[in-house]
């Protein structure tokens, strides 16, 4: 759904319920933007499709027909719009929390943080801490999904939707094109997988976020995929490489910033020049890079080569 559409709903649903008494189509016209003021047919045809969508995820319509007006009117009960009064357990309330914390950096935050709010105006209490804490400050917890390619895959699943994207082997530094069919998204130990159907080599496959190289762009129309019955998609991420070596980067850091790379450090070296180093173990390349690039300036890889390069590709590719 565009979201042109989606603010006309909105502001359609708002009307109907703000309104006193029943609206007129015209009238309905003239007060939410988005509708058409010039044709009457193309007006009529949009405002029944609205209404047909609004009803169809449950928002209920009314139509009252007044026998002193020649047009019928439309509202929406506010009696029959709004939830019950919602009460949530502690552990409940939790789980709520630890979702909403775990979609902070993927394109849901927005939503999540949303739903949170509506949840807390309600009397519901959702941002109590949840697990251990550190420090006297609570552990988060929260699912990575810093991966560029994650918001693009997430949709073109949620849609049955074909993708193409470069792709980098593992080991290798060579870049290909795949075309898939995705089944799913799946995170397992720390990173996320696409799983589908590999169009060029005819074969289920799995691939992992952070060697996608690029945008992911759409290939025909959505409703094309089909989801095989029975398909294991975390089995099909279950490799042998997923247990690496695990490798030291070495970092500069400005002083006086970046306190969960200092936690997280194997070691700390301080320094004279504003800057202080720190030691990282690492596995993914790519992963390192995501995780530093985000940082901006207040951090520096210096070693080694390739999670230098791997920064690099990606601040460059944050500027095009």
Known sequence: MSRRKTERLLNLV??????RRPLSAEQ????????????DEAFQRMFERDKNE??????????????????PGYRIQRESYELPEITLEPDEAAVLGLAAQVWQRASLAEAASGALLKLRAGGVATDQPVGPSIG???????????????????????DRRVVRFDYRGAGSESVRARTVEPWGVVSRRGRWYLAGYDRDRQ????????RIAGQVTYVGRPGAVRVPEGVDLRAMVGFPDETPDERVAVVRVRQGACEGVRQLARAV????????EAELTFSDPERLAGWMASLGADVEVVEPPDARE?????????MT
Do not use: M, N
């Open 136 to 158: 006297g400050g609570a552990l988060e917890l929260r699912v990575d999904t810093r991966d560029p390619a994650f918001p693009a895959l997430w949709e073109a699943v949620r």
């Open 310 to 318: 791997a920064v690099i590709r990606r601040l460059k590719g944050a």
């Open 14 to 19: 708002i009307c109907l319920l703000a309104t």
């Open 203 to 210: 074969a289920p496959r799995a691939f992992r976020l952070s």
């Open 28 to 39: 309905i016209r003239q007060a939410v933007p988005g509708y058409d003021r010039d044709g």
């Open 269 to 276: 070296h301080p320094g004279t020049d504003g800057w202080d």
């Open 54 to 71: 609004l009803r169809e995820i449950g928002i209920p319509i009314d139509v009252v027909r007044d026998p002193w007006e020649d047009e």
